[in-house]
Each structure stands twice: as structure tokens, then as C-alpha cells.
């Protein structure tokens, strides 16, 4: 039988707040067993559960596996606004004149996320 992912889990400077913010990103809720302070914060959401441990080294390089978004509801672009508006800073814009590529992002710790294009927007052609 093979393994299961229960939880991704990101290094951070403070759990509870950067899980705040991905539970927004994901439309999840942070357990109400997590609180301000704790060493960790769980977020779950219908399609991913992350798991946010305290840690004391600071982030010092670029993460080597990190979420790619795709918007069920919205375009590529509106997405990339939202999460703007969240709190997260573009690191790299790969947005192509056909409509293709991607956004990188940093969330509140540094740490990198795409957005891809909206299943709508991939529908479309």
C-alpha cells in the first residue's frame, strides 16, 4: 500500500499568521485548535491541508518544491490581485502575450507560489 500526504508542510517564522493567510488563499480555516503563539497552525481546505511549524532559521534561499494555483472562479489575473491584496509581492511575472505563463509570488515569509491560469481561461483555448 502506498503513502498518503496528510499535510504539506511549510518552515516559518510564525505559524499562526502565515496560516492565516494561506487559509484565505484557499478559502480553508485554521483549526480552532491553533491560536497566536503556538508552535504550529493547521489550515485545511477541500483540496489541501498545510501545516505551518515554527522554526528559528530564517528563510535564506529559494524554496525547492512550492505550490502552482490554478483559480476555479477567477482569471489568472484576478487571483494574482487577491492575493496581492492578501499580503503576498510578486517576485517574477512569466505572463506571455497569448494569455499563457504564470505569476511567481512570495506569501508574507518568502516563500514562492504560481498562479497559473483559471480553469475558465484554460477552457477557453
Not at 22 to 38: F, Q, T, Y
Not at 70 to 90: F, H, M, N, S, Y
Amino acid at each position: 500500500m502506498s503513502s498518503l500526504v496528510r499535510h504539506i508542510t511549510f518552515d516559518c517564522a510564525d505559524p499562526y499568521t502565515l496560516a492565516g493567510f494561506w487559509a484565505a488563499v484557499l478559502d480553508g480555516k485554521v483549526s480552532d485548535e491553533d491560536a497566536p503563539g503556538d508552535p504550529e497552525a493547521l489550515v485545511t481546505s477541500a483540496n489541501a491541508a498545510l501545516l505551518f511549524v515554527r522554526v528559528e532559521d530564517a528563510k535564506t534561499v529559494k524554496n525547492r518544491v512550492h505550490l502552482d494555483l490554478q483559480p476555479q472562479d477567477r482569471t489568472r489575473d484576478e487571483e494574482v490581485e487577491r492575493l496581492l491584496g492578501l499580503g503576498a509581492k510578486i517576485a517574477g511575472d512569466h505572463r506571455r502575450p497569448d494569455g499563457r505563463g504564470w505569476v511567481t509570488l512570495h506569501d508574507p515569509e518568502g516563500n514562492e507560489l504560481c498562479v497559473e491560469r483559471g480553469a475558465g481561461e484554460i477552457a477557453a483555448g
